[in-house]
């Protein structure tokens, strides 16, 4: 009886809650105190933040930012509500004055943190972010925040289409935030082709305001929070204008891997001991979709998880098809993070809220994300008396489960290595006649007998030409070229140069740039330096890009650069004399290698002219530090560029998704592949082609660059050996992973990587299913050529005939793989012109 009081005293507080959580928060009763107002500037002291109360007449009547507003202005008006609140509503007014102001905000804009440091703007569910404002100086215009904000501080921007003085008096309207949830991370959501449905389903989370990176949700707060639960019929919505399966996050059983869960990471403001979680769940198993079948959840109540986690079984329902919510006990135990892993039990998972309730709670939480339609908790009916002892017996068991597997893998391990007559292994080969670079560390499939340093190290020279006679089937040419040698190591039509005639010239911002002749990178100094010399006081830095070992890489604004650079100039038309541009600088400690790596980087640089090639603008070499200005791209990366957009289709067009068109993508390519064509005519090879490595400008003009590898958004996109060597290994052909040879025949392997990332949007890594090891293994099954090799899965919008072209770049023989010409004019013919 207590169970039913309790959750019918739930529902009452729902229906509340979420119907009127509209609650004055103190601004206009003076409950928010004046020391919780603050603003970036006040005209008078009389217009200061403190009297920014609504439907108050104080001071001078209202807030007003200094001067006149501009419409690049950025002022603000902060609140501090002491606590994490949930806000619906917002109200405006301008400045009345007893009759004589005759200043208000036509628009604003929302900013809000939820922990004073990391800002977020606010967004309407299409993305939209100003919001309407007042048309008077005495009326109250509110506006129903759709989403609803769940945040601490709040900031009130005024925007203006024209220049010109601007007040506000504001009030905010909501209810505390008693969940203390900062922030979930969780997989990101997926599409759904449903059956006799014409359009996609998007299961994304649309509102969620934290990171969106590698198909990864992370640090925010989005759908799983706003108070809205889904309808029993997915496709149904509760939020107008919106797309089909708005208000569910829903992810896909077979594309997340083979390990058949979801995990989801909870941050929360404090140290709580946990009750129970309620998750609203979908259960349409007509279609596929269905309630989680277990649940396991770790606790994190300090620096590190404790190892044993609270695991619970649902009860699955196949008569009933109703979303629900499902109560999960979590045994009073404190965290202040949780990770739960959420086990599939159809084709289909899909949640659209998620609530916890803590000990500390002395009645029934109001909170907005419980549903009237909440069934009791599965476990209510338990005997409390036995579930000590229950929870003894489960732990046994696990663990004596744990154990045995252990043991049953330790073994199958142990024999694997016994028995495998080949494994990988890393050594430092000595300089000598086929190897040049004392750095380069090569990975070789060796026998168990050459484990022995001292074996491995007389024995490497006859393993060298080995490899190296096996992977030559033929030069890298035309067919008529037939043979290669070992010290002829891959030619191509270009002209020619041996392997013993390449200079390996490692980029100071940590990039493998490009390999080249080594008549062209002679000894030189700054008096060789071509390229025109830019006054530094121009360049005002605006950011940070990325950085290296001896090296960084800026944004900067460089004030009159086409007037410096006159007629000809590279850069686009502009409509002021400020620019943006990419800058290289050299760092003060810099070794005197790096200093003169840096300034054959510049000679290379200043070789290439190409409009699929970056290019280098000037220098600043007369003083220290040195810098090399080179073209930017106001797009970005490609990588970021797609990773951010869906393929084109009349759900985009109709809810203004980014988006990109099949045609968009071939034309992609073929730039790509006309940049590596003019590279490969000079001899040049890039070595770290990919996505992540060619930039947009606004007219998604491609241009291929080397700043991947030094912004750390792509480090797990390169693997380490033995700390030393940084290499792009799952763009890497494996006679590049095993044999060091960097031709360009692997430039056109990386290519095919790259087109493969192209058309999956960039949405998964290469292999991303095998680990860094497992990589290089599989390199080693290219060598042993006995098709055990694992090739890349085929993209679902990549047309047949394209797929088949990044098989050929995937050739083993080198003989096999087209020539960067043969790429540029097999795929010039898909772009419509």
């Not at 009081?5 to 509340?16: A, F, Q």
């Not at 945040?151 to 289409?161: D, E, G, H, L, N």
């Not at 290669?484 to 990039?511: K, M, W």
């Amino acid at each position: 009886e207590r169970v039913t009081e309790l959750n019918v005293l739930k529902r009452v507080c729902v229906i509340l809650c979420s119907e009127h959580c509209r609650y004055a928060l103190g601004m206009e009763d003076g409950r928010i105190p004046n020391e919780d107002l603050t603003a970036s500037s006040r005209w008078y002291e009389t217009t200061g933040p403190q009297y920014a109360r609504l439907n108050s007449e104080d001071g001078d009547g209202a807030w007003c930012p200094e001067g006149q507003l501009e419409p690049s202005d950025s002022q603000y008006l902060q609140i501090d509500l002491r606590r994490l609140t949930f806000l619906t509503l917002f109200g405006t007014q301008g400045r009345y004055a007893r009759g004589l102001g005759k200043e208000f905000a036509t628009h604003y804009r929302l900013n809000y943190s939820r922990d004073g440091q990391l800002w977020k703007s606010w967004k309407n569910r299409l993305g939209k972010e100003v919001l309407d404002g007042n048309k008077d100086t005495y009326g109250i215009f509110s506006n129903d925040l759709k989403p609803p904000i769940i945040a601490r501080f709040v900031r009130v921007i005024p925007v203006t289409r024209l220049s010109s003085t601007v007040c506000m008096r504001v009030e905010l309207y909501g209810c505390p935030w008693d969940d203390g949830l900062l922030s979930y991370s969780a997989p990101e959501g997926q599409l759904m082709m449903a059956p006799g449905n014409p359009s996609v389903i998007s299961l994304n989370d649309s509102t969620y305001d934290g990171v969106h990176e590698k198909r990864k949700l992370s640090g925010g707060l989005g759908q799983l929070t706003d108070g809205v639960t889904g309808r029993d019929d997915f496709l149904a919505i509760r939020q107008y204008n919106v797309w089909q399966g708005y208000d569910y996050l829903g992810w896909r059983n077979d594309t997340q891997g083979t390990q058949g869960y979801v995990e989801m990471e909870f941050v929360f403001d404090r140290l709580r001991n946990f009750t129970s979680m309620k998750v609203h769940s979908n259960n349409m198993y007509t279609r596929g979709v269905k309630i989680f079948s277990s649940v396991s959840c770790w606790f994190k109540p300090s620096l590190s998880w404790e190892p044993e986690p609270v695991s619970f079984s649902t009860i699955l329902d196949d008569r009933n098809p109703s979303a629900r919510y499902v109560t999960v006990p979590l045994s009073r135990r404190a965290a202040r993070s949780l990770r739960c892993r959420f086990y599939y039990a159809d084709v289909w998972m899909m949640f659209s809220e998620i609530s916890f309730q803590s000990g500390n709670d002395s009645k029934p939480s109001c909170s907005l994300r419980f549903s009237s339609a909440a069934a009791p908790s599965a476990s209510s009916s338990s005997d409390e008396g036995n579930t000590p002892i229950l929870i003894g017996c489960l732990v046994t068991i696990i663990l004596l489960l744990v154990i045995i597997i252990f043991l049953i893998l330790w073994c199958q391990c142990v024999c694997k290595v016994l028995e495998k007559t080949l494994f990988a292994h890393v050594v430092r080969l000595p300089p000598g006649p086929t190897n040049t670079d004392p750095h380069y560390e090569r990975v070789f499939l060796l026998d168990p007998q050459y484990q022995n340093p001292a074996v491995l190290r007389n024995k490497l020279p006859e393993l060298s030409q080995s490899a190296e006679a096996s992977a030559c089937g033929g030069g890298y040419a035309e067919p008529d070229v037939t043979q290669c040698t070992p010290h002829q190591s891959f030619n191509n039509n270009a002209p020619h140069y041996a392997e013993t005639d390449i200079v390996r010239l490692q980029g100071v911002t940590g990039s493998n740039m490009y390999a080249v002749p080594a008549l062209t990178v002679d000894s030189l100094t700054r008096k060789d330096i071509s390229a025109a010399e830019f006054p530094r006081h121009q360049l005002i830095f605006r950011e940070k890009l990325g950085e290296g070992q001896f090296g960084e890489v800026h944004l900067c604004e460089a004030e009159g650069l086409p007037e410096f650079l006159g007629e000809g100039s590279p850069l686009p038309d502009r409509d002021g004399h400020s620019v943006l541009v990419a800058v290289k600088q050299l760092r003060a400690d810099a070794t005197s290698q790096a200093r003169n790596d840096f300034l054959k980087e510049i000679k290379i640089m200043s070789r290439l002219d190409d409009p699929n090639i970056i290019r280098l603008l000037c220098v600043c070499v007369s003083s220290d530090p040195l810098c090399m200005v080179t073209e930017y791209m106001e797009n970005g990366d490609l990588n970021m560029f797609l990773c951010q957009r869906e393929i084109e289709s009349t759900l985009t067009h109709a809810n203004n998704i980014p988006s990109v068109s099949l045609s968009d993508l071939l034309h992609m390519a073929v730039q790509i592949s006309s940049g590596m064509k003019y590279l490969a005519s000079l001899n040049f090879v890039h070595r770290d082609l990919a996505t992540r490595n060619c930039l947009l400008d606004r007219r998604l003009t491609i241009k291929i660059a080397d700043f991947g590898m030094s912004r750390n958004l792509y480090s797990s996109d390169y693997y380490r050996i033995q700390g030393r060597a940084v290499l792009p290994i799952r763009w890497m052909a494996w006679e590049s992973i095993l044999l060091g040879k960097f031709t360009t025949a692997s430039d056109v392997w990386a290519f095919g990587v790259t087109l493969w990332e192209i058309f999956t949007l960039c949405k998964e890594q290469p292999y991303s299913l095998l680990s860094d090891e497992q990589v290089i293994e599989n390199s080693g099954e290219f060598f042993r050529n006995q098709g055990r090799q694992i090739f890349l899965y085929a993209p679902p919008l990549c047309p047949p005939s394209l797929f088949e072209l990044m098989m050929r770049c995937w050739s083993r023989n080198i003989t096999d793989r087209p020539t960067f010409e043969g790429l540029y004019q097999a795929l010039r013919p898909h772009v419509n012109q």
